[in-house]
């Protein structure tokens, strides 16, 4: 499936990763390794030293300044005199859409110039553009490719449905060569609302790792054994709940420790919860952690949890990528009910699933996993066996790449 040079795709992002072990950047790997020019196309800008630097096509990137920068105002003359009718059609549909909604205005004022200054940017080489996100991202991505004449693509993923809906996402879909889902509970969400624009439209390629970053390694239990979560400290997350699952295992006189990897707006909340519930000495707050230190801390989880709830505005996990990575390496885990999860994780087969919100299910639970030999066995090598079947990055990879060569080719 090996591409011309001259045959390029626009990969946009809001930003650049911030390790080469990043999703965005293993997959945009992967379709390197399949023949493609991957030309990367940022609309929030990072320090110099932030985002992964070892890959050549982050150093060609084309970042976009600020939506209302001197410098993306004056960028918009450069896009009308490059392709004046594509721009007009453009401009004409952002002012429909603030015409039906004005809330809209400020996101489709703001794609409106990121998209003007990436035409003035990109080379003509540029033959799709295929967006990472179904919110602003795409949205950038449909006009750009309406400013500039090309064809775009672009993803969604089950989190993006819940708190705020993605502007314009039928019209988007309508529009687009083809959206992938990131979930099956993502594919018939969209289905549901947008069936007559997506029927047929809809690909189902799954996120993924690369399972020869996350061997499982053979743990030796000093001390108590640990259990691990991993995750930004915010409501959805459900950190609360594993506490008081964990002042409940104490309770029964379970020997562990708490071991939580993250920083949010809710980490001196969960410290004063942890204290009043008598876990401070069971209970170590990492803080956030790097791709490599994340990597070292997993090689000493005894289990793996991820508590997740609907938050109180909607919003609630997909599928975690850090899910993904603990499966890979052999922990065993226990997850919540929710969202897209038990695509990931079967009950008793790859691993536990408790009752959102219900800290003494989530107590049961992870007290299984962490003594149960015969189901750790279980669920450590049937999680890893999951991955490497349906969640390998560069197998998921190719699936997308198919479906760009149809474009392309046709």
């Known amino acids: ?33 399949h023949g493609f020019v991957i030309v990367p196309l940022v609309l929030r800008r990072r320090r110099p030293d932030a985002g992964p630097s070892g890959a050549g096509y982050w150093q060609h990137a ?4 600020a939506a209302f920068s001197l410098r993306c105002a004056l960028s918009q003359v450069g896009a009308l005199l490059r392709s004046p009718g594509g721009y007009l059609l453009a401009l004409r549909l952002v002012v429909q859409r603030i015409a039906r909604s004005p809330r809209q205005a400020p996101e489709m004022l703001a794609s409106l110039w990121q998209a003007g200054y990436i035409a003035t940017q990109m080379s003509r080489r ?5 967006a990472h996100l179904a919110g602003t991202v795409a949205t950038v991505a449909w006009l750009l490719a309406t400013m500039t004449g090309r064809s775009y693509s ?10 705020k809906a993605p502007t314009a996402l039928g019209i988007k879909i309508a529009e687009a060569e083809f ?3 990131r979930s099956e509970y993502t594919r018939q969400r969209v289905l549901k609302r947008h069936r007559l624009v997506a029927e047929g439209k ?11 970053d996350f061997e499982p390694v053979d743990h030796l239990r000093k001390g108590p054994p640990v259990i691990m979560s991993v995750g930004r400290l915010v409501e959805k997350k459900g950190f609360p709940y594993l506490l008081q699952s964990a002042s409940i295992l104490q309770s029964r006189g379970v020997d562990f420790r708490l071991v939580i990897v993250g920083d949010g707006p809710m980490h001196q909340y969960l410290v004063r919860m942890a204290g009043g519930l008598q876990l401070r000495d069971r209970v170590e707050f990492v803080g956030g952690a790097s791709r490599a230190e994340l990597r070292r801390l997993y090689e000493q989880a005894d289990v793996f949890a991820l508590p997740s709830v609907v ?9 975690a990528v850090v899910l993904l990575e603990v499966l890979a390496m052999g922990i065993p885990t226990v997850a919540s009910k929710i969202s897209a999860i038990p695509e990931l994780i079967e009950h008793q087969k790859t691993g536990l699933l408790a009752q959102s919100g219900d800290p003494r299910d989530l107590a049961d639970k992870l007290e299984v996993a962490l003594y149960d030999e015969e189901v750790r066995g279980r669920l450590s090598l049937l999680g890893r066996r999951k991955i490497e079947k349906y969640f390998d990055a560069n197998r998921n990879a190719t699936a997308l790449a198919t479906l760009l060569t149809q474009v392309l080719r046709g």
Request: glycine share 8%.
């Open 154 to 163: 672009f993803a969604i993923h089950a989190e993006e449905l819940f708190a």
């Open 1 to 33: 499936m090996s591409r011309p040079v001259s045959e390029q795709i626009g990969y946009l992002l809001e930003s650049l990763p911030r390790s080469e072990g990043a999703f965005v950047t293993q997959e945009i790997a992967a379709l390197q390794r």
């Open 62 to 65: 084309i970042q976009a300044p």
């Open 202 to 212: 809809l690909h189902l390629i799954y996120r993924g790792v690369d399972p020869g």
């Open 179 to 181: 959206v992938v889902a």
């Open 311 to 319: 938050a109180a505005d909607g919003d609630r996990d997909g599928l």
């Open 126 to 130: 540029i033959r799709h553009i295929h």
